[in-house]
């Protein structure tokens, strides 16, 4: 799938960026390229990943010329390059309209432009009946996405456009594993919103591998999503104080602006288009079902798709997957 390929990321020096180069090293890629607006993270990053197959470009997903002189020869774009910080972008909503919306279609574009192979946005559960700013533009990023190739000529453009979509990924940059680990080992009191909020489960590598599963399964215009567990974040709190074998008081804090008490992935209004296979649900534009991969049926859904509506881990789970892909937060615990 990867072999001798030529890939981009734009957002390539983010926790995903990174994981997802050295997955596509790992298979054999023949270039990389990391773009992003930040040189300090993409010295950072030649530092720690050390392979010349990787390529570093210095550009904006604002700037449509860069990006096109960015994809010249390239088969498959990666598209992770977000202002996503929810009080951020809350704060700042013309700034995220620029990168989240228009810097996404000049990623569209350039794949038109260069005639790229595949081209995957990388979505968000705030996407699902948007509450903030945040996911208002995410959700236009994904319609650009599956709709892209209804205005192009296949006879001239072949790119397949595909998004995906899931929640935050557990232990990456920001997010609240390594938020309240910090918290802990400084002796501070853990600060939590609700403690019977849920947010769904997904691992990095649990991340990447339904992201090469969904570029095998797409044609083009779908909207990928996996099947996931979840977690209270009680449950999460209560495991990492158990592994770092820590006493701490928890304080309860208020609920972000924007932010939900649990995730979505799925609406109720999406469901009619939702199929599924063992690992994953699809979303399918109308205009596609009749000629659907037949290994997809529709889904057993009746309701929206969220992370209070599936089956919670438990201590035990928690504490296997924290140790196991988090050691640089649990190792010798």
């Known amino acids: 799938m990867f072999k001798g390929k030529k890939i981009l990321i734009t957002g390539g020096t983010g926790s995903l960026g990174k994981a997802l180069a050295k997955r596509l090293l790992e298979l054999d890629a023949d270039i990389v390229r990391i773009f992003s607006r930040n040189e300090n993270n993409q010295t ?3 530092l720690e990943m050390n392979d010349d197959r990787l390529r570093y470009f ?13 994809m010249e020869d390239v088969d498959i774009v990666f598209h992770a390059a977000a202002l996503k910080h929810v009080p951020v972008v809350e704060y700042n909503p013309f700034e995220a309209i620029k990168t989240n919306v228009l810097g996404s279609q000049n990623v569209i574009d350039a794949c038109i432009h260069e005639n790229v192979e595949t081209a995957v946005c990388v979505g968000t559960d705030k996407a699902v009946s948007p509450l903030n700013t945040y996911g208002a533009t995410k959700l236009l990023m994904e319609k650009l ?7 192009t000529n296949p006879k001239r453009y072949r790119t397949k456009f595909i998004a995906i979509r899931y929640g935050n990924v557990l232990g990456s940059s920001g997010s609240i594993v390594p938020t309240l680990v910090k918290q802990i ?3 501070k009191n853990i600060t939590i919103t609700d403690p019977s909020m849920t947010r769904f489960n997904i691992t990095m590598n649990q991340a990447l591998d339904f992201i090469i599963r969904s570029i095998k399964k797409g044609n083009g215009g779908e909207v990928f999503i996996p099947k996931l567990k979840s977690y209270s974040l ?6 990492i104080l158990e592994v770092l074998k820590k006493d701490v008081k928890t304080e309860i804090i208020s609920v972000r602006p924007g932010e939900k008490y649990h995730e979505s992935l799925i609406s109720n209004e999406e469901i009619r288009n939702t199929f599924e296979d063992e690992d994953d649900y699809v979303i399918l534009q109308e205009k596609s079902q009749q000629t659907t ?12 798709y969220s992370s209070d509506s599936v089956e919670l881990l438990n201590k035990e789970e928690m504490k296997k997957i924290l140790i196991k892909e988090m050691p640089q937060f649990f190792e010798n615990k």
């Open 234 to 239: 009680e449950i999460l709190k209560d495991t």
């Open 293 to 304: 991969n037949q290994k997809i049926k529709k889904t057993s859904l009746k309701k929206e």
């Open 185 to 187: 080992e400084s002796g």
């Open 145 to 151: 996405f599956v709709t892209a190739s209804n205005h």
């Open 44 to 46: 950072t990053m030649q």
């Open 58 to 70: 210095i550009g904006d997903i604002r700037d449509l010329p860069r990006l096109i002189k960015a």
